[in-house]
């Protein structure tokens, strides 16, 4: 007959179950109240999608780009409305990284007019524009002749105002012009990735609707729209606690209804192992736009990126085909090509 199980090493299993017991209430108390706290405040819902209370990396001073390596650009601040101010960065082509140095405000709008194409780019949620990856993006378009053109919207960096869907769209929108009142008959190019192809669709569909659309529209790692985008779908009560809302409070970036607005060529960008986006999303809101009426006149080109290459939600830049992609793509862009 075995010997009767000592007292301490039973106290320490009861102890250890009663932890475990502890931390199983600990989250299911959680997983109960976090959906009730975010149906009775949308301001959290907001914050959970846009993430502009996230930047990385922290210590960065967004006034001077040069210290990420961008040494040809220029620091600039725009006023849309009265309380909003925004953040921008305007990136020369990398063959006049020598002209540049020392330049002032004035010299790099007026460069705006040359001869070079011209990108607008719109970020995803979370950090800034000076985020790692969408630096090295700039770095890249900048080395292939590109002007490059980023801001945060509202609320993000260094920017001031309240994020909001209708705000970054008119952000983006009030940057456009002033890039276009300097741009003379240059090509100026829309660029949104992530979060930031909702704000490229919507100020595109409100540009064809005032018949000033861009030259082209470049979509990196884009949804459908936001209800089908958010993971947290899949749990319980989803609809009813988040995505409801989400929707009443006019969050919506909606680019599969967008995209039946849109007459400019189009080109989707989507790797195939995206972790945040979904990759069949990118394939569905390319097939919507193919099929679409206001498409029959121009390009709409979708290019996959194989999961064997890993550039996941946010380094399609490495890509070395990139540029080939970019040169075949805005080299026929103009009205009048076919599918």
């Known amino acids: 007959m075995g010997s009767p199980e000592p007292f ?3 106290v320490r299993r009861k102890g250890l179950c009663f932890r475990l017991r502890k931390i199983l209430l600990c989250v299911v108390g959680l997983y109960v109240a976090i959906p009730f706290l975010i149906k009775l405040c949308p ?3 907001a914050k959970l999608i846009f993430l ?3 930047r990385v990396p922290y210590f960065i001073d967004l006034k001077k780009p040069q210290d990420q390596g961008l040494n040809h650009t220029c620091n600039y601040y725009l006023q849309p409305e009265e309380d909003v101010t925004l953040g921008v960065w305007h990136t020369v082509p990398a063959v006049w990284w020598k002209n540049a140095q020392g330049k002032d405000q004035m010299w790099y709008e007026d460069a705006l007019a040359s001869s070079h194409p011209i990108i607008l780019y719109l970020h995803g949620n979370a950090g800034t524009r000076g985020g790692d990856h969408r630096v090295e993006l700039y770095k890249v378009l900048s080395s292939l002749g590109y002007h490059v053109v980023t801001f945060d919207y509202r609320g993000w960096g260094d920017s001031v105002g309240t994020p909001s869907e209708q705000g970054m769209t008119y952000d983006a929108l ?4 002033w890039i276009k009142a300097r741009s003379g008959d240059n090509p100026v190019y829309i660029w949104g990735h992530s979060l930031g ?19 082209a529209l470049i979509l990196e790692s884009p949804f459908t729209n936001i209800r089908v985008e958010l993971i947290y779908r899949y749990f319980p009560g989803f609809d009813w606690f988040f995505l409801d809302p989400i929707t009443s ?4 970036f909606a680019n599969d209804e967008n995209v039946k607005h849109i007459s400019c060529s189009l080109l989707i960008l989507h790797a195939e192992d995206d972790p945040v986006v979904p990759f069949q999303l990118g394939r569905k809101l390319y097939n919507t736009a193919a099929l679409s009426r206001s498409f029959r006149d121009f390009k709409v080109q979708f290019i996959p ?4 290459l890993g550039y996941r939600h946010k380094y399609i830049y490495k890509s070395p085909e990139l540029p080939r992609i970019l040169r075949e793509f805005l080299g026929k862009s103009e009205p009048g090509r076919q599918h």
């Open 8 to 10: 301490s090493m039973s």
């Open 43 to 45: 301001g959290i819902q």
């Open 174 to 177: 009030h940057v456009f012009d």
């Open 249 to 252: 409070s006019g969050i919506q």
């Open 305 to 308: 990126f194989h999961s064997d």
């Open 197 to 215: 192809t909702g704000v490229a669709t919507n100020l595109v569909r409100r540009l064809c609707e005032r018949e000033t659309p861009p030259d």
């Open 52 to 54: 502009n209370f996230v």
